[in-house]
């Protein structure tokens, strides 16, 4: 496409055959980046499969992509873990000094939702005791996410340099960790066929990783803000980062909806298990609206970084060319498109409710 738009670098050389020890070399500068190419696939699945639109063969289709997603996942993480066995001083050095990378840590976590997501809605709701399956594999999800967004926020605390110049988008990563962690659980309550008693602790430590989530990013996205001000966009290779922000928000937008509608009406766990005020059913439908009226708050929120982020894509058009930092926008959007499939059926909900 040359000047007029996207470009895609050419290799003018084989490192392969070029380069001394290039599976060496290759192996020595593996980075966690590659998982997002596994977050932008797997929340694919997960769109096509939750698309209002269903015409027949697109279960079929995002089952197979999801297939693909865990191929993907599979590989990229036997190599990463290789490349700590093997390099294990190099790779610690790389987290502890460059910013950039450490962020990409958490993106572990979120590509491990994505097909733990296509696990419930397949495997959960069809296959006999897969849904303990789900729930198990979700508290150690939890585990991880924790793990690593403390692990990150650590690491950039204790050891690395961080200013407004080199603040970027990336660091939303491990908040967009901790929110896809609970989108996950309220996933799993909500299409696999566990008991009220097991849904209960779900919910629970699923509003605190949302809290958790959601209040980090707004403080992350609060120092970014400031560093856009004061050194204006990253440059055009990196714009795609700016879309990065969009998946947290749009997660939550999905959780305080369905988490507040599985707490409430779907499932009546805080009737059942509540004391006090919970128990009564009347809160269980005003949590419900309070849990819409602060999603669709939410997704305002969202969509004004959007346009921001497609202002800022637009621009720099004629002046990136496609890389692996591309995928970071993959997610996001992906994101955004589910969120918007979650409030569609909460108006459906609305709507034959007061046809009632």
């Known amino acids: 496409m040359g000047d007029h738009g996207l470009s895609f670098p050419r290799q ?3 490192y392969w055959r070029t380069v001394p020890r290039s599976r060496h070399v290759a192996l020595k500068n593996y980075t966690p980046q590659l998982f997002t190419i596994c977050m932008g696939t797997g929340v694919l699945s997960v769109l096509l499969h939750q698309c209002p639109y269903q015409f027949r063969g697109l279960g079929i289709i995002s ?30 050095i790389l987290f502890e000094t460059d910013v950039e990378q ?11 939702a994505t097909l ?23 508290w150690l999800l939890v585990v991880l996410s924790l793990v690593s967004s403390m692990t990150t926020y650590w690491l950039l605390i204790r050891d690395e340099e961080v200013h407004l110049s080199n603040l970027t988008a990336t660091l939303n990563y491990p908040t967009l960790g901790l929110v896809a962690t609970a ?24 509003f605190m990783l949302l809290g958790a989530g959601f209040f980090l990013s707004i403080l992350t996205l609060s120092a970014y803000f400031l560093r856009l001000q004061s050194n204006q966009m990253p440059s055009p290779h990196k714009v795609a980062t700016n879309f ?45 609206a309070a849990g819409f009226i602060f999603s669709i708050t939410i997704f305002g929120f969202a969509t004004i970084w959007l346009i921001l982020a497609l ?44 046809s009632i």
């Not at 988490?259 to 499932?267: E, H, S, T, V």
Request: aromatic content about 16%; hydrophobic content about 50%.
């Open 63 to 92: 089952v197979i992509v999801w297939v693909l997603d865990l191929i993907l996942f599979s590989v990229i993480a036997i190599t990463f873990i290789a490349r700590w066995i093997y390099f294990p001083a190099a790779t610690a």
């Open 12 to 14: 003018r050389i084989n």
């Open 244 to 288: 990065i922000p969009i998946g947290a928000l749009a997660n939550a937008v999905y959780c305080y909806s369905s988490f507040a509608y599985l707490a409430g009406p779907k499932k009546h766990i805080f009737e059942s298990y509540g004391t006090g005020p919970l128990s009564d059913p009347a809160v269980a439908y005003a949590m419900y």
């Open 183 to 206: 989108l996950t659980g309220s996933v799993i309550v909500n299409y696999t066929p566990i008991s009220v008693k097991m849904a209960m602790p779900v919910i629970i430590v699923g």
């Open 116 to 138: 733990l997501e296509m696990a419930a809605l397949v495997l959960g709701s069809t296959w006999n005791n897969w849904q303990y399956a789900c729930y198990a594999m979700w």
């Open 311 to 354: 202002t800022a894509f637009i621009r720099d058009f004629r002046k990136t060319q496609f890389s692996l930092t591309m995928w970071s926008a993959a997610y996001p959007i992906g994101a955004y498109g589910v969120a918007c499939t979650q409030l569609a059926i909460d108006e459906k909900r609305s709507e034959t409710r007061n």
């Open 102 to 112: 450490t962020t990409y840590l958490s993106t572990t976590t979120v590509a491990m």
